[in-house]
């Protein structure tokens, strides 16, 4: 009885290795065909962005350089000819304004010297027949300076009384701050209405949920994007594993066959392409395994839309078949 339950634990042990090893082996074969399908992808989509580089460039290089050329000439002819007329023009346009610059001075300065002969000989005339008056506005002036200095220093002596009743009004009240007498202000109004703090709290409490769920719907997109994608890579993994799988049991099963009984193979019963209708078919699509196309064909519906011209299913892969 211990043998045998030593012999069964052993035996489990051995089986749970095992699935472990299954389990990681074939992990790694998902991993590694992930990659390699990605390496594919990458290699493939630099090849042509290469090669439509290449193209576009070798089509359109003589007239680049033509272009270059023109636009080049007619910079030069523009920079030099247009710097030439800018800089005539230029030199005409300051010549005529320094000389108007320079006539306007000169009126200036007579017109100047002529008013001020003029405002001098006016002055002189009315101070003659305005003496008396000039010395009354003089007394005026005087008057009214004394009233300012009686008036300014009552204003003075005032402002100091009220300075100081304002201190005994701060020594009474002992000097609250103004901050913290506008607080006790609000805690009173809160207490005796609080229905406008209660509206304020339930807005931000509105704010926060709202904010809460944008946050999750964004990051929600992601989440099932991802899940997406790993669902889609595992069921596109599965579908050529299947496909290899299956390819391998033909060719193996055609292996056993005698070679006495394998009849000779005939080009033409497959059929020429049904899209171009000139070479023979020798791709089929993956997962429907229509054989209809030729490789140049196949290539071409691949890359621009990638479905089955017999069946409309979408094409996850080509398979080259030789006959």
């Given at each position: 009885?211990?043998?045998?339950?030593?012999?069964?634990?052993?035996?489990?042990?051995?089986?749970?290795?095992?699935?472990?090893?299954?389990?990681?082996?074939?992990?790694?074969?998902?991993?590694?065909?992930?990659?390699?399908?990605?390496?594919?992808?990458?290699?493939?989509?630099?090849?042509?962005?290469?090669?439509?580089?290449?193209?576009?460039?070798?089509?359109?290089?003589?007239?680049?350089?033509?272009?270059?050329?023109?636009?080049?000439?007619?910079?030069?002819?523009?920079?030099?000819?247009?710097?030439?007329v800018c800089s005539a023009v230029v030199f005409v346009a300051r010549a005529i304004w320094g000389g108007t610059i320079a006539f306007l001075l000169a009126l200036q300065l007579s017109i100047w010297g002529a008013k001020q002969c003029l405002v001098l000989?006016?002055?002189?005339?009315?101070?003659?027949?305005?003496?008396?008056?000039?010395?009354?506005?003089?007394?005026?002036?005087?008057?009214?300076?004394?009233?300012?200095?009686?008036?300014?220093?009552?204003?003075?002596?005032?402002?100091?009384?009220?300075?100081?009743?304002?201190?005994?009004?701060?020594?009474?009240?002992?000097?609250?701050?103004?901050?913290?007498?506008?607080?006790?202000?609000?805690?009173?109004?809160?207490?005796?209405?609080?229905?406008?703090?209660?509206?304020?709290?339930?807005?931000?409490?509105?704010?926060?949920?709202?904010?809460?769920?944008?946050?999750?719907?964004?990051?929600?997109?992601?989440?099932?994007?991802?899940?997406?994608?790993?669902?889609?890579?595992?069921?596109?993994?599965?579908?050529?594993?299947?496909?290899?799988?299956?390819?391998?049991?033909?060719?193996?099963?055609?292996?056993?066959?005698?070679?006495?009984?394998?009849?000779?193979?005939?080009?033409?019963?497959?059929?020429?392409?049904?899209?171009?209708?000139?070479?023979?078919?020798?791709?089929?699509?993956?997962?429907?395994?229509?054989?209809?196309?030729?490789?140049?064909?196949?290539?071409?519906?691949?890359?621009?839309?990638?479905?089955?011209?017999?069946?409309?299913?979408?094409?996850?892969?080509?398979?080259?078949?030789?006959?």
């Amino acid at each position: 009885m211990v043998l045998s339950a030593i012999g069964n634990f052993i035996y489990n042990f051995y089986c749970l290795l095992y699935h472990i090893v299954a389990i990681v082996s074939y992990a790694g074969y998902l991993l590694y065909c992930i990659i390699h399908n990605v390496s594919w992808i990458v290699l493939w989509c630099l090849q042509n962005g290469t090669a439509f580089t290449q193209m576009v460039y070798e089509d359109n290089r003589h007239l680049i350089q033509d272009t270059k050329t023109f636009l080049a000439g007619i910079s030069n002819f523009f920079v030099t000819n247009v710097g030439n007329v800018c800089s005539a023009v230029v030199f005409v346009a300051r010549a005529i304004w320094g000389g108007t610059i320079a006539f306007l001075l000169a009126l200036q300065l007579s017109i100047w010297g002529a008013k001020q002969c003029l405002v001098l000989i006016g002055d002189a005339v009315w101070m003659l027949f305005t003496a008396p008056y000039q010395l009354m506005v003089l007394f005026d002036g005087l008057l009214s300076d004394g009233w300012k200095l009686l008036l300014e220093t009552a204003q003075s002596m005032g402002k100091e009384f009220v300075a100081a009743l304002v201190n005994v009004k701060l020594y009474v009240i002992q000097e609250i701050p103004a901050q913290s007498a506008w607080g006790l202000l609000l805690l009173a109004l809160i207490y005796q209405y609080p229905a406008p703090m209660v509206a304020m709290l339930n807005y931000f409490k509105e704010m926060v949920s709202s904010g809460f769920c944008f946050v999750r719907a964004k990051l929600r997109r992601p989440y099932g994007l991802a899940v997406d994608y790993l669902s889609n890579a595992y069921r596109f993994a599965m579908l050529k594993r299947n496909a290899i799988d299956s390819v391998r049991q033909s060719s193996g099963q055609a292996e056993v066959e005698p070679m006495r009984r394998r009849p000779t193979p005939n080009r033409s019963a497959v059929g020429n392409c049904i899209l171009c209708e000139d070479n023979e078919r020798t791709v089929a699509f993956i997962p429907c395994g229509h054989l209809c196309a030729c490789k140049a064909c196949a290539r071409a519906l691949c890359h621009y839309n990638p479905v089955c011209p017999l069946c409309r299913k979408f094409i996850e892969r080509k398979l080259e078949i030789y006959i």
